[in-house]
C-alpha cells in the first residue's frame, strides 16, 4: 500500500500522479492550503478549474485547496464530482490550469492533487518542482484585499464531456445495434457521465454501483478481477454484450465480455490500435507493456515508440512525437484524437465502436488478437538499495540482451522480464511476458529467484 514518505518542509511532494496522502495526516489543512497558494502562484491563467472525484474528504482537501488559490488573487471556477478526464477536456478547452483532487484507485483513506496544465495534460515533473520549490520557500502571491479571488460553479461540464465523445465515434451506427451494457462505476467519479454516454448511445443499462459513496463500500476502486466479481456474475447470466468498470476517477475503462470473462488492458488498447491505426501512425506505450501490443504495430506498419513506465510520460511523449494511439496495460487508453490524457469513457465508447464496425462480439474480437500471457509480481526489497538489486539480475543473466529504459528489462528466448523500482512502495515490480503461459511461470521464478538476498 501506499507509504506516506513524502514529508512536508522538505524535497519531494508529487509522485508519479500527484501528491497522495491521508487527510490530516499529510494532507492537514495547512498543508493543502498552502500547496493551493503555491499553485496559484504558479499558474499562468487567472482561472484555476478544480474537480474532485467522490472521496469523503473531497471538500475538505478541495476548499483547503482554493482556500489558498483565492489568497493569491486567481479566480477558481468549481466544476463539482467529475471524472478527472471531464477535467482535462475543459482546461484544453478553455486553456485554464486545473486541479484535480483524487487518489484514482487508492483506498478511501486517501486523497491527492493533481495539477493538469493549461493544454489538458498532466504536468511536467519541472512544473511540479517549480510549485514544490514555491511550497518550500513560502514564496507566494499575496494579494491585496479588494482582489482576492472569487468562486464561481459550472455544472456543464458532464454534458460537454459526453458530446465530445460522441463527436470521435460512429453514433448512429451504435445507436442502431441497441447494446446491452452492464456499467459498475465503482461509487466513483463517472456515476453520472457512464450512465449518460452510455443511453446516449441507444444502449440498454444497468448500472451498478453507481451511487456515489466516497467509501467505496460496493468494491475497491482498482478495477482488477478480483474486484468486479459482481459485475462477472451478472455478465455470466448472458444478458448482455458488454460490461465496463471504471477505477475511482474514471480514467480508466476495463472490460468484461459478453460471457463473463475479463478481457486484461493490454488487449483493450491492442484491439483499438488494430481497428482504429492507419499505416504509418506511431503509437506510444511504456516499456512494460505486453509485445501484443508490438506484434499488431509490426502488421499494421505501425511506428512503436516505448517510454518509461507512467501514463503523463506517455501522454507527454505522444504530444511531443503527434501519436495517434498510447496508453497502458491497466486501462489506461489515451487517444490522440481526443485528448492526450487516459479517458475511461472514451475508452469505453471506442470499444463499443469497434463493435458496431464490425458486428462482432467482444470475445470474438478479442479472441483474434495474438495471444501472451503478461505476468505482475511486487517483491519486498526491505531496503535493500535498487543498485544491489540490479548487480545481482546483471550476474544472474550476464549475457542476455537488456534494455535500461526503465529499470531492467532482460530479454530471453520466449519472453522477457522488467524489473523496476517502484516510486511510492518498497517493492520491485517485477513484469513477465510471453507467449506462452509455462514459460511465462519459469521466467517469474528464475527472476524471483535472482533477486533474493
Ligand atoms: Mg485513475
Same mark, same amino acid.
Given at each position: 500500500m501506499m507509504t506516506e514518505r513524502r514529508e512536508e518542509g522538505s524535497g519531494k511532494l508529487f509522485g508519479t500522479n500527484g501528491i497522495r496522502g491521508i487527510p490530516n495526516e499529510l494532507l492537514t489543512f495547512g498543508f493543502c492550503s498552502r500547496i493551493g497558494a503555491a499553485i496559484g502562484t504558479f499558474a499562468r491563467s487567472q482561472t484555476i478549474a478544480v474537480a474532485r472525484d467522490t472521496r469523503l474528504s473531497g471538500d475538505f482537501i478541495g476548499s483547503a485547496v482554493t482556500a489558498g488559490v483565492l489568497s493569491t488573487g486567481k479566480d477558481v471556477v468549481d466544476l463539482g464530482t467529475i471524472p478527472t478526464p471531464a477535467l482535462q477536456l475543459y482546461c484544453r478547452n478553455t486553456h485554464r490550469f486545473g486541479i484535480v483532487i483524487t487518489a484514482s484507485h487508492n483506498p478511501p483513506q486517501f486523497n491527492g492533487i493533481k495539477c493538469i496544465d493549461s493544454d489538458g495534460t498532466e504536468l511536467r515533473s519541472t512544473d511540479e518542482s517549480a510549485?514544490?520549490?514555491?511550497?518550500?520557500?513560502?514564496?507566494?502571491?499575496?494579494?491585496?484585499?479588494?482582489?482576492?479571488?472569487?468562486?464561481?460553479?459550472?455544472?456543464?461540464?458532464?454534458?460537454?464531456?459526453?458530446?465530445?465523445?460522441? !463527436?470521435?465515434?460512429?453514433? @448512429?451506427? %451504435?445507436?442502431?445495434?441497441?447494446?446491452?451494457?452492464? *456499467?459498475? +462505476?465503482?461509487? &466513483? /467519479?463517472?456515476?453520472?457521465?457512464?450512465?449518460?454516454?452510455?443511453?446516449?448511445?441507444?444502449?440498454?443499462?444497468?448500472?451498478?454501483?453507481?451511487?456515489?459513496?466516497?467509501?467505496?463500500?460496493?468494491?475497491?476502486?482498482?478495477?482488477r478481477p478480483e474486484n468486479l466479481s459482481e459485475l462477472m456474475l451478472v455478465m455470466k447470466s448472458g444478458g448482455f454484450d458488454l460490461g465496463v468498470a471504471h477505477d475511482g476517477d474514471a480514467d480508466r475503462a476495463v472490460f468484461?465480455?459478453?460471457?463473463?470473462?475479463?478481457?486484461?488492458?493490454?488487449?483493450?488498447?491492442?484491439?483499438?490500435?488494430?481497428?482504429?491505426?492507419?499505416?504509418?501512425?506511431?503509437?506510444?506505450?511504456?516499456?512494460? !507493456?505486453?509485445?501484443?501490443? @508490438?506484434? %499488431?504495430?509490426?502488421?499494421?506498419?505501425?511506428?512503436? *515508440?516505448? +517510454?518509461?513506465? &507512467? /501514463?503523463?510520460i506517455v501522454a507527454?511523449?505522444?504530444?511531443?512525437?503527434?501519436?495517434?494511439?498510447?496508453?497502458?496495460?491497466?486501462?489506461?487508453?489515451i487517444i490522440g484524437d481526443n485528448q492526450y490524457c487516459r479517458d475511461g469513457g472514451m475508452t469505453l465508447a471506442k470499444v463499443l465502436d469497434i463493435m458496431a464496425m464490425t458486428e462482432k462480439p467482444l470475445s470474438a474480437l478479442i479472441g483474434e488478437l495474438p495471444r501472451y500471457i503478461l505476468l505482475k509480481k511486487s517483491m519486498e526489497t526491505e531496503g535493500r538499495p535498487w543498485s544491489e538489486l540490479k548487480k545481482k539480475l546483471l550476474s544472474a543473466f550476464p549475457d542476455n540482451r537488456r534494455d535500461e529504459t526503465d529499470g531492467l528489462k532482460i530479454f530471453f528466448e520466449d519472453g522477457w522480464s522488467l524489473i523496476r523500482p517502484s516510486g511510492t512502495e518498497s517493492v520491485v515490480r517485477v513484469y513477465v511476458n510471453s507467449k506462452n503461459e509455462k514459460a511465462a511461470l519459469i521466467l517469474q521464478s528464475m527472476v524471483l529467484n535472482a533477486l533474493k538476498p
Open positions: 510549485i514544490e520549490d514555491l511550497y518550500h520557500r513560502s514564496d507566494f502571491l499575496k494579494s491585496h484585499w479588494s482582489s482576492v479571488g472569487k468562486i464561481t460553479r459550472d455544472d456543464g461540464q458532464v454534458g460537454r464531456y459526453i458530446e465530445n465523445i460522441k !463527436s470521435l465515434v460512429d453514433t @448512429e451506427r %451504435i445507436r442502431s445495434r441497441h447494446y446491452r451494457v452492464v *456499467i459498475d +462505476t465503482g461509487n &466513483g /467519479a463517472a456515476f453520472r457521465s457512464s450512465p449518460e454516454l452510455l443511453t446516449e448511445l441507444g444502449c440498454r443499462v444497468v448500472s451498478l454501483n453507481s451511487n456515489p459513496d466516497g467509501l467505496f463500500t460496493s468494491r475497491n476502486a482498482e478495477p468484461i465480455d459478453e460471457s463473463g470473462k475479463f478481457v486484461e488492458g493490454e488487449n483493450t488498447l491492442a484491439l483499438i490500435i488494430k481497428y482504429m491505426a492507419s499505416e504509418g501512425d506511431r503509437i506510444v506505450t511504456p516499456v512494460s !507493456s505486453s509485445d501484443v501490443i @508490438e506484434e %499488431i504495430c509490426r502488421g499494421k506498419s505501425l511506428r512503436l *515508440i516505448k +517510454t518509461k513506465v &507512467g /501514463a503523463p507527454r511523449t505522444m504530444m511531443e512525437e503527434k501519436a495517434s494511439l498510447g496508453g497502458e496495460e491497466n486501462g489506461g487508453v
